[in-house]
């Protein structure tokens, strides 16, 4: 299955789907490279954009008996981040609190989370997550999209002199 799965993302990498699909179909369903193969196949879907193709893939992904948690944790980004682009916020924001991998890692994944509460018309949660980004841990992540959601955040509830010192702030980190 190891040299079948490397083989095939060799193959596809490269051009030859064909090659590709003959050795992805010899790994054995229910191991761990098959469900790293369902989850190569589903960004491929991704990049060919066929999103409405590559989300029951990732589900099945999920839904399957596979143990490695950063497969699952990289698969549940993936698909969270599509359902958001589909406007299916609730969902997403589950999948991204389902995310297991250390909370110091997860920086995207906040800001992201964050979003989507902003898109619920979830304020106080989009600016609680936010303030996560104060904390000394994630100083040095680079993360301008913070600014914005806050600005927006403070514009939508009427406090526009929070919203334009908040371009302060932007200006004295970057």
């Not at 989370?113 to 106080?124: F, K, Q, S, T, V």
């Amino acid at each position: 299955d190891f040299i079948n799965y490397y083989q095939g993302v060799y193959d596809w990498d490269h051009g030859f789907l064909a090659w590709g699909d003959d050795h992805f179909t010899t790994i054995k369903p229910g191991t761990y490279y098959y469900y790293k193969y369902l989850n190569r196949k589903a960004l491929l879907k991704i990049y060919q954009n066929r999103v409405d193709e590559a989300v029951p893939i990732l589900k099945e992904v999920l839904s399957g008996s596979c143990n490695d948690e950063d497969l699952k944790d990289e698969v549940r980004k993936t698909l969270a981040r599509l359902l958001y682009e589909q406007g299916r916020f609730k969902e997403s924001d589950l999948l991204y609190r389902e995310i297991e991998e250390n909370i110091l890692y997860q920086s995207q994944n906040l800001m992201e989370r964050a979003w989507a509460h902003y898109r619920l018309g979830n304020p106080e949660k989009a600016m609680g997550l936010l303030y996560a980004f104060e904390a000394p841990s994630f100083r040095n992540y680079l993360t301008p999209e913070y600014y914005m959601l806050k600005s927006f955040i403070y514009k939508d509830v009427c406090h526009y002199q929070s919203a334009l010192s908040v371009v302060d702030e932007f200006r004295g980190r970057y």
